[in-house]
């Protein structure tokens, strides 16, 4: 069994303030016998009886079987914010969903009211996904005790705890609920992916096998028209000249034709890739990003993709593309074992980024210069003895992000206030970048460098670095 560890956990010195803190609380209290009985009782039933239903009924005849007094539960509505009834200790589930009584109304205070004493029932509003209620942001219900001539100080003390014990176990089994039905949604919604987007896109690749051979019958139509237009030609045809007319027309359409059919394949290749990444059953079954790793020559099937995705679109910006950042020749190419759906949606993210953030600067010449550069590096024993590591860079030109900010980047949600302020955006992609480099074993990074900023993420290099130099030096060369 793993054992759960939080990322910030409160010091031991607050957590043994709190236990110190309760055994005064107890001890002010004073609480009968038969009332430390009851909360007990409460608490042990609570855990045994898991559905809603029985913990309305626990909450309610636990305190009559014990104490003597007849209650009753009222819950804020989360669809429509109003108080109703939930349970009673007089005829139990069949009040459920009445309206409350005169006089029973949401209070973040307790109150008496003709013959009851009425407490409110406090939890986390945070987790709940709807809005409970608009009037207290703490309070999803009240509890009821009556007769109020059976009750002195010290019970309704005792009933104001009573209904905050209601309340956190209430919240918990709330949060249960909402997560049954969370994921029986989204097991349901990623059948629906599967069935309505993934298969269907499939059929895309059949279209484009269709298209791509009615082209190439296009161009041997073409051919044969070219054939017949020039065997006119030696004969002396006068409509040579319109007929060769017709066939610039015609080769103009099939380029025009084969271009678009190019990009259409290329957009269809990068959704498919993303598509079977991102929506992926297993990501959903096991909570988690789930890797299907195959060995690939990284640079053609990973960063040149994205490259030619983003070049356009950076050019448009004025952002000029080098290539010369790191020690690896970019005509070099390493194998590597990812996946590489979830490993291109990195660099689709960081080249995203650039095109967004890269500004223009002055460099040492006083000369203005606005531009991306990309490379590879290797990093002997990165991940210890023996263990190299391959570092990819990203870098673009513009101020350094200051260092109160530098250490947030892969946060999730964070943005820099220019961020904010000049990019739409949420603040998700460099944390996606974070997890899916980490799921892979590795560390991203930032560093402010000269002239600009360098994003980086670092993998594990499976390969001895002795059979990479043998690559380096032709050895290993497609």
Do not use: W
């Given at each position: 069994?793993?054992?759960?560890?939080?990322?910030?956990?409160?010091?031991?010195?607050?957590?043994?303030?709190?236990?110190?803190?309760?055994?005064?609380?107890?001890?002010?209290?004073?609480?009968?016998?038969?009332?430390?009985?009851?909360?007990?009782?409460?608490?042990?039933?609570?855990?045994?009886?898991?559905?809603?239903?029985?913990?309305?009924?626990?909450?309610?005849?636990?305190?009559?079987?014990?104490?003597?007094?007849?209650?009753?539960?009222?819950?804020?509505?989360?669809?429509?914010?109003?108080?109703?009834?939930?349970?009673?200790?007089?005829?139990?589930?069949?009040?459920?969903?009445?309206?409350?009584?005169?006089?029973?109304?949401?209070?973040?205070?307790?109150?008496?009211?003709?013959?009851?004493?009425?407490?409110?029932?406090?939890?986390?509003?945070?987790?709940?996904?709807?809005?409970?209620?608009?009037?207290?942001?703490?309070?999803?219900?009240?509890?009821?005790?009556?007769?109020?001539?059976?009750?002195?100080?010290?019970?309704?003390?005792?009933?104001?705890?009573?209904?905050?014990?209601?309340?956190?176990?209430?919240?918990?089994?709330?949060?249960?609920?909402?997560?049954?039905?969370?994921?029986?949604?989204?097991?349901?919604?990623?059948?629906?992916?599967?069935?309505?987007?993934?298969?269907?896109?499939?059929?895309?690749?059949?279209?484009?096998?269709?298209?791509?051979?009615?082209?190439?019958?296009?161009?041997?139509?073409?051919?044969?028209?070219?054939?017949?237009?020039?065997?006119?030609?030696?004969?002396?045809?006068?409509?040579?000249?319109?007929?060769?007319?017709?066939?610039?027309?015609?080769?103009?359409?099939?380029?025009?034709?084969?271009?678009?059919?190019?990009?259409?394949?290329?957009?269809?290749?990068?959704?498919?890739?993303?598509?079977?990444?991102?929506?992926?059953?297993?990501?959903?079954?096991?909570?988690?990003?789930?890797?299907?790793?195959?060995?690939?020559?990284?640079?053609?099937?990973?960063?040149?993709?994205?490259?030619?995705?983003?070049?356009?679109?950076?050019?448009?910006?004025?952002?000029?593309?080098?290539?010369?950042?790191?020690?690896?020749?970019?005509?070099?190419?390493?194998?590597?074992?990812?996946?590489?759906?979830?490993?291109?949606?990195?660099?689709?993210?960081?080249?995203?980024?650039?095109?967004?953030?890269?500004?223009?600067?002055?460099?040492?010449?006083?000369?203005?210069?606005?531009?991306?550069?990309?490379?590879?590096?290797?990093?002997?024993?990165?991940?210890?003895?023996?263990?190299?590591?391959?570092?990819?860079?990203?870098?673009?030109?513009?101020?350094?992000?200051?260092?109160?900010?530098?250490?947030?980047?892969?946060?999730?949600?964070?943005?820099?206030?220019?961020?904010?302020?000049?990019?739409?955006?949420?603040?998700?992609?460099?944390?996606?970048?974070?997890?899916?480099?980490?799921?892979?074993?590795?560390?991203?990074?930032?560093?402010?460098?000269?002239?600009?900023?360098?994003?980086?993420?670092i993998l594990p290099l499976h390969i001895p670095l002795k059979e990479l130099e043998d690559s380096a030096l032709g050895g290993g060369r497609e």
């Amino acid at each position: 069994m793993n054992i759960y560890c939080p990322t910030d956990p409160p010091s031991l010195a607050t957590v043994l303030a709190r236990i110190r803190k309760k055994k005064e609380d107890y001890a002010k209290y004073n609480f009968s016998r038969t009332q430390g009985r009851t909360l007990r009782a409460f608490f042990d039933l609570a855990q045994e009886f898991e559905t809603l239903e029985n913990f309305y009924r626990v909450a309610v005849f636990v305190p009559k079987e014990f104490l003597g007094v007849d209650c009753c539960l009222y819950l804020v509505s989360q669809e429509s914010g109003r108080l109703e009834a939930a349970c009673d200790s007089l005829n139990g589930l069949e009040v459920c969903g009445m309206p409350t009584p005169k006089g029973i109304e949401i209070r973040d205070t307790s109150y008496e009211v003709h013959d009851s004493f009425v407490a409110p029932i406090k939890g986390n509003r945070r987790l709940f996904v709807h809005r409970p209620l608009q009037k207290a942001e703490e309070v999803i219900g009240m509890f009821e005790v009556f007769p109020l001539s059976r009750l002195d100080e010290k019970d309704k003390l005792f009933f104001e705890k009573y209904a905050n014990r209601i309340g956190y176990n209430l919240h918990y089994k709330l949060i249960v609920k909402q997560n049954e039905e969370h994921i029986k949604f989204v097991n349901t919604l990623v059948a629906d992916i599967e069935h309505n987007v993934l298969v269907p896109n499939l059929r895309y690749k059949v279209f484009l096998n269709g298209l791509n051979k009615k082209l190439n019958d296009a161009k041997e139509i073409h051919s044969i028209l070219h054939e017949k237009i020039e065997a006119h030609k030696k004969k002396g045809c006068p409509h040579v000249g319109e007929l060769e007319k017709v066939e610039e027309r015609i080769f103009a359409l099939y380029s025009d034709l084969l271009e678009q059919y190019k990009e259409l394949e290329k957009h269809y290749k990068n959704t498919s890739l993303f598509l079977e990444s991102l929506l992926r059953r297993d990501h959903f079954e096991k909570g988690h990003l789930v890797l299907r790793r195959r060995m690939c020559r990284f640079k053609k099937e990973v960063i040149d993709p994205q490259l030619e995705r983003y070049r356009s679109r950076l050019e448009r910006q004025g952002i000029r593309i080098d290539d010369l950042m790191g020690g690896i020749p970019d005509e070099e190419d390493i194998p590597l074992m990812v996946d590489v759906g979830l490993i291109s949606q990195v660099y689709a993210n960081l080249f995203s980024n650039a095109e967004k953030y890269c500004k223009e600067v002055l460099n040492e010449h006083g000369e203005p210069v606005k531009f991306m550069a990309y490379g590879r590096e290797v990093i002997p024993d990165f991940f210890g003895p023996g263990k190299p590591g391959i570092k990819f860079n990203v870098f673009t030109t513009g101020p350094h992000i200051p260092p109160e900010y530098a250490e947030h980047l892969f946060d999730e949600g964070f943005r820099t206030p220019d961020a904010q302020e000049s990019r739409h955006g949420v603040g998700h992609g460099l944390h996606f970048v974070k997890k899916v480099v980490e799921v892979h074993g590795g560390v991203v990074g930032y560093e402010p460098v000269r002239l600009g900023n360098n994003f980086y993420f670092i993998l594990p290099l499976h390969i001895p670095l002795k059979e990479l130099e043998d690559s380096a030096l032709g050895g290993g060369r497609e």
